[in-house]
């Protein structure tokens, strides 16, 4: 009798099945020169690994290895190391075949048995020794997709490359250009990966990041530590498929002054807001104006140091907008302070859209938050005040900001706005000589409800972003601005998650969550009742 393997159903040709898989056995035991009776595939599974090894050893007792110096050495072994263990991986996967047994009962999420077990079924698997091949049982129905129980049990990736290369490809994209994770991958491993590959390696190892912190729980912390929040944005040079709409429609409707780079002021119809978010807690150490700005050098000797942040998490999105970032940010928060019985301080640089949303938020919560502007963007709108005054580099520049800042800290703003308003009105300047000034003192009056300094340094809060400021820049500079670097939507978004784990010191923990919702996603799911069946 001839099975047609294309056409196995039902339980009709069982006794071919077990022809089959007996052959199949065969086939690749006399292959590699192994008994090919059941239970012997022990110790001569591997002798392909022993011969290399052998080989290996010959060597580097020859006449030939005594002739290098240490580095052709070195080079020589990493290639043959590589090799062996690529053969040592080979041969588990091939004793793994010749092992696995056909289990009596396969059935589908569908709930439909697989009836037919075909046997030869290979798929080609990159890893970081190099390329090797599976071999493994198909359970098949027809008209319905084969199952492979074995897959399950090596949790094998639906792509070519292995967990490890794209673990691997997931760091290093991370840390530099594609071009320099490709070369630091091929360092590592021998092989060669593409920029795209690369990118797509680095999409599918970021797609757990959000439900591993969504799953997360925190252990909470003493409830006398301060609990900080805190959002900004920074722009990333996108592919104009990949703008958002607005964004898109100016970028169209713009003609570049150069043909080979962008003008002053293009740029910005070639970015994308990603949206970076920040918790952290803090112990409270109260302070004074003078601890801030010391006016003195009795004061400058006294003055004691900012509270300093510890247990930092960022978050950071492109593809998301700023509510649903902020809307992250709270979730953190919630989770380390489930009971509400710590002091909740928001820090912000001032943006309308952001007060706005973390005011949403926090009603929708029901969680009081204290917002504060970042003192140093005060400081900046000060400075600009100052040049409607003083020429360029003049030292009393510094002493007018100094004295305004400090009346800001003390709780002074109004005032402080005002009287910058009179000398502007007192030196008859022109509307265009008085602009930084009335824009100073316009943030001043606008703000004055998010500078309560006097409450926020006699409670030990901070009042500087200096945080979230910092991960702008790691995140989102320090890898996605590149000279040349041009986004796509999915790269981008992965890269930042990516990064953002990194920096919370969480990449291991979420490499193991990730392992888990893969086999979950690609395998149990698969299977009634989502279990794989086994022996």
């Known amino acids: 009798m001839i099975a047609d393997l294309d056409t196995l159903s039902g339980g009709d040709y069982l006794g071919a099945d077990e022809v089959l898989l007996e052959r199949a056995r065969a086939a690749r035991a006399a292959s590699a020169g192994r008994d090919p009776s059941p239970g012997s595939a022990g110790s001569a599974g591997f002798a392909g690994s022993r011969e290399r090894f052998e080989s290996l050893v010959v060597f580097l007792a020859g006449e030939e290895s005594g002739t290098l110096e240490h580095a052709e050495l070195e080079t020589r072994l990493e290639r043959g190391g590589r090799e062996l263990l690529r053969r040592l991986f080979q041969d588990h996967l091939d004793l793994r075949a010749e092992r696995e047994a056909r289990l009596e009962r396969v059935v589908g999420c569908e709930g439909v048995p697989r009836g037919s077990v075909e046997a030869g079924h290979g798929r080609p698997l990159g890893t970081v020794f190099g390329e090797v091949r599976v071999e493994r049982l198909a359970y098949r129905a027809r008209g319905h997709a084969n199952l492979y129980p074995a897959d399950g049990g090596l949790n094998l990736p639906v792509e070519k490359h292995s967990h490890g290369l794209r673990r691997l490809a997931a760091v290093e994209s991370a840390r530099g250009s594609f071009d320099d994770a490709a070369d630091a991958v091929e360092r590592a491993t021998g092989q060669r990966l593409g920029k795209r590959q690369l990118e797509d390696l680095a999409r599918r190892a970021a797609v757990d990041v959000e439900g591993f912190y969504e799953s997360g729980e925190r252990f909470p912390a003493d409830p006398g530590d301060v609990l900080v929040l805190s959002c900004d944005g920074k722009g990333i040079v996108m592919r104009p498929d990949a703008l958002r709409p607005a964004t898109a429609a100016q970028a169209a409707g713009s003609s570049p002054k150069l043909k080979t780079r962008l003008s002053k002021g293009e740029k910005r119809n070639r970015k994308r807001i990603a949206e970076i ?12 104006s003078g601890d801030v700005l010391p006016s003195t050098d009795a004061e400058r ?28 940010v709270f979730d953190e928060a919630d989770r380390r302070d489930p009971e509400r019985h710590r002091t909740w301080v928001a820090l912000v640089d001032g943006n309308n859209h952001q007060i706005d949303r973390i005011t949403q938020e926090a009603a929708a919560r029901d969680v009081p938050v204290t917002i504060l502007v970042d003192f140093v963007h005060v400081l900046e709108y000060l400075w600009k005040a100052a040049w409607c005054f003083h020429r360029e580099g003049d030292p009393a520049a510094e002493r007018w900001v100094h004295r305004h800042a400090r009346q800001v800290l003390d709780g002074k703003a109004a005032q402080a706005a005002a009287a910058i308003r009179r000398a502007a009105t007192t030196a008859s300047l022109t509307p265009d000589q008085r602009a930084g000034a009335d824009l100073c003192a316009a943030y001043l009056t606008n703000k004055r409800a998010q500078l309560d300094y006097p409450t926020a340094l006699r409670n030990g809060w901070p009042v500087a972003t200096g945080v979230i400021e910092g991960a702008c820049r790691h995140l989102v500079k320090d890898r996605m601005d590149l000279t040349g670097a041009r ?29 888990a919702q893969h086999h979950q996603r690609v395998h149990r799911s698969r299977y009634a009742n989502a279990v794989i069946p086994q022996e």
């Open 301 to 328: 000797a006294q003055a004691v140091t900012a509270p300093a942040a510890k247990n930092k998490w960022l978050t950071a999105s492109v593809a998301h907008d700023a509510a649903q970032v902020v809307a992250r």
């Open 277 to 288: 978010g920040a918790v952290y807690e803090l112990d409270p150490v109260p302070r004074t």
């Open 487 to 515: 986004w796509g939507l999915q790269g981008a978004e992965a890269i930042l998650k990516l990064r953002a784990v990194h920096a919370n010191g969480d990449f291991d923990q979420y490499w193991t969550y990730h392992l």
